[in-house]
């Protein structure tokens, strides 16, 4: 994912998510929840996403054992992306779109204390796509388990902007 300043992004967050080679997947609704919930005060809170690349979890296990860093933070990526797509489209647009919070959760081996390194990924994401609508308030735990194995998983709250 390349670097792009504030200024290049802010004006247009397609363009800026086109730049890093990427298009926002769609998230199909389960049966048992819904992907979003909107507040009467206008925010959004998303439910927690896996990083799901076309309806398969492209890596399971646990991180800093049988999963690396990198994979790690490649999967947060795809998380993240996943939670913007829902974003977007129960806002009406990527362009309305302002992050408030990450609520990141890493799978972690015993002793394994770079739960914010991988949760990086994802906010740097975030602030590449949306610039200033990107930064957020954040917090990375690491848990023994997450659904279907997955590495990481990241719920986030949202608001309406412009």
Do not use: W
């Not at 998230?27 to 909107?38: E, S, T």
């Not at 081996?109 to 796509?129: I, N, P, Y």
Request: proline share 4%.
């Amino acid at each position: 994912m390349g670097v792009h300043t504030l200024t290049d992004i802010d004006t247009d967050p397609a363009a800026a998510l086109a730049a890093l080679g990427l298009e926002l997947p769609t998230i199909a609704d389960d049966p048992k929840y819904i992907n979003a919930r909107a507040l009467r005060d206008g925010t959004i809170h998303i439910s927690g996403q896996l990083p799901y690349r076309d309806g398969a979890l492209p890596v399971a296990g646990t991180v800093g054992a049988d999963v690396d860093v990198d994979t790690a933070r490649e999967m947060m990526a795809q998380a993240t992306l996943n939670g913007l797509a829902v974003a977007a489209q129960e806002l009406g647009g990527l362009e309305r779109v302002r992050i408030v919070q990450l609520l990141v959760f890493v799978r972690s081996a015993d002793g394994f204390g770079e739960q914010s390194r991988v949760a990086d990924a994802g906010s740097e994401l975030l602030v590449q796509v949306l610039g200033e609508h990107g930064r957020h308030a954040r917090t990375a735990i690491g848990v023994a388990g997450l659904p279907r194995n997955s590495p990481v998983e990241v719920q986030m709250v949202c608001e309406r902007r412009g």
